[in-house]
């Protein structure tokens, strides 16, 4: 095992024996040196292992302090779609949040990992439109919702503008564009955070992000049998879990 490996170990294990309790900070380099008799590069090396598992987080000029890990609130696993006032909503937990920036609307290749979902070849165009989502009293962003559309449905309609009215995109699918009822899939995953979301929901070093892949499915008009939107949302994996009920086979 290299040197570094068995100083991040130590550490490891002293983070989680509760020797360096979260929010308090660990030794310094010069005192890991002298602790562990080896070079600063080793230190760094073993610090930077432990940042990227989400265990510390260096503090600018400030040392490197325990992350706390407060406890996780619930994120259901919900197999219903319901509607209030302002549309069509897919969980409960999210029902109160609330744009936190203005939504922004454009126009590019579909990414990689979206192509096949919407049935396009690499390089096809996409309406995008991203909303960043918060609680409403304090502004804390807590999720970021992307829709992609294909570009040769949704381009010079409605689908493509900033304001699509009430109850959104998909009102304006089932009702103008006659495409409904919608059929709706989703798919829970997890990933690396991107720099972007890193910064907009302020995760820290190596704090994946949850996400919830949802697509949906025109079943009449013209659009019969596509796949019409690609919805991924994204959410801090440190502070959201998802929860179902387990229930015995009688």
């Not at 602790?35 to 600018?60: D, H, K």
């Not at 006032?85 to 109160?96: A, H, K, M, N, P």
């Not at 929901?201 to 013209?222: E, F, M, N």
Request: hydrophobic share 40%.
């Amino acid at each position: 095992m290299a040197r570094w490996h068995e100083v991040a170990q130590a550490l490891r294990e002293a983070v989680t024996a509760g020797t360096y309790p979260p929010g308090t900070k660990i030794p310094t380099e010069d005192q890991l040196e002298e602790q562990f008799a080896c070079s600063r590069t080793t230190i760094r090396r073993a610090v930077a292992q432990l940042t990227a598992e989400g265990l510390v987080l260096p503090v600018r000029r400030g040392g490197t302090t325990v992350r706390e890990h407060p406890e996780r609130q619930p994120f259901a696993l919900d197999t219903h779609v319901y509607r209030d006032e302002l549309g069509y909503y897919f969980s409960r937990t999210v029902q109160d949040l609330r744009p936190v920036q203005p939504p922004t609307v454009g126009q590019g290749p579909c990414p990689p990992d979206v192509v096949a979902l919407l049935g396009l070849q690499t390089g096809e165009l996409v309406i995008i439109r991203d909303r960043v989502m918060g609680e409403p009293e304090t502004g804390r962003v807590v999720q970021l919702a992307t829709s992609y559309l294909p570009a040769d449905l949704a381009a010079g309609t409605v689908l493509a503008e900033a304001d699509t009215g009430s109850g959104g995109i998909y009102d304006r699918m089932e009702g103008e564009l006659g495409w409904g009822p919608l059929d709706w899939h989703g798919v829970i995953a997890a990933r690396a955070a991107s720099a972007d979301e890193a910064r907009l929901l302020r995760l820290g070093p190596g704090v994946p992000v949850l996400t919830v892949t949802r697509t949906a499915i025109a079943t009449a008009g013209s659009a019969e049998g596509r796949v019409v939107e690609v919805n991924v949302t994204r959410r801090d994996a440190s502070r959201f879990e998802v929860r179902y009920p387990i229930r015995r086979d009688v």
